[in-house]
């Protein structure tokens, strides 16, 4: 199996499972669609609690002491919010959407909410795939050549997801499968190029802190607060640095 199998079959079943989610999407009232969404925010609240609880992981306290991991977390979500909101990533994401959405031409216009919608689900979609312990975890070891059993079942996930994404929010969900190449294909080089370079407790920070940006992600899907998630993003960066900073000075 090649390096990066994982992420080309991540790409095939997000490809799969929002066609299949457009198809059923026509055949189903909006209120069902609704309920749908509903569904996919209380899952990725479940989620994002499992991932958030990395945060109490025993090599991260280990390495940063008992008290040091939330204030990392918290750290790595101020700083990277900071970050991400100069460099107008949630702005950014949003206009590739709306490029893409043009770029596909009429078929995508032609979709039920038109741009939009298309948007939405787009951003909505890349956020899902792309911020979770999965991500960051099934990418490295895919690139450390060490399978790709995590990326198989985050496939199998983001299959059923996708479908479930599409059948309320269109098109735009297909195209986040573009995300997904990038960002897991780039992790997946970073874990080829650096090899065992990131601790249990690097990694676990960056799965605490990734959790907390999918509750955000819940809260957009829930129509709660429409969260700026994608500039907390490079928090996912800054968490491993705190914990080296941390350790260092201990």
Avoid: Y
Avoid at 30 to 43: K, S
Avoid at 150 to 168: C, I, N, P, R, Y
Avoid at 215 to 236: E, K, Q, T
Wanted: proline share 3%.
């Amino acid at each position: 199996m090649f390096r990066g199998a994982g992420t080309v079959l991540n790409v095939l079943t997000v490809l799969v499972g929002a066609g299949l989610g457009v198809l059923l999407g026509h055949r189903l009232p909006q209120r069902a669609r609704d309920v749908v969404t509903d569904g996919l925010g209380l899952l990725t609240l479940l989620v994002a609690a499992l991932s958030a609880a990395s945060v109490v992981d025993p090599a991260l306290q280990a390495e940063v002491g008992g008290g040091a991991p939330v204030l990392i977390v918290l750290g790595a979500l101020l700083v990277g919010g900071i970050v991400g909101s100069l460099l107008r990533i949630e702005q950014r994401l949003e206009r590739l959407g709306g490029a893409v959405q043009r770029r596909l031409g009429s078929g995508a216009r032609s979709a039920a909410g038109g741009r939009e919608r298309f948007i939405e689900g787009f951003v909505t979609a890349s956020l899902v795939f792309c911020v979770g312990p999965l991500t960051v975890l099934g990418s490295l070891s895919d690139g450390l050549g060490r399978g790709i059993d995590q990326l198989a079942l985050k496939s199998t996930l983001d299959g059923f997801a996708a479908v479930a994404f599409a059948a309320s929010l269109g098109w735009g969900v297909a195209a986040s499968a573009l995300t997904v190449g990038v960002v897991q294909g780039g992790l997946t080089l970073t874990g080829f190029l650096l090899g065992g370079f990131l601790s249990d407790a690097q990694v676990s920070a960056i799965t605490a802190s990734g959790g907390l940006m999918l509750v955000g992600v819940a809260l957009r899907l829930l129509r709660i607060r429409p969260v700026p998630v994608a500039d907390l993003l490079p928090g996912l960066l800054v968490a491993p640095i705190l914990v080296s900073v941390v350790s260092a000075l201990r």
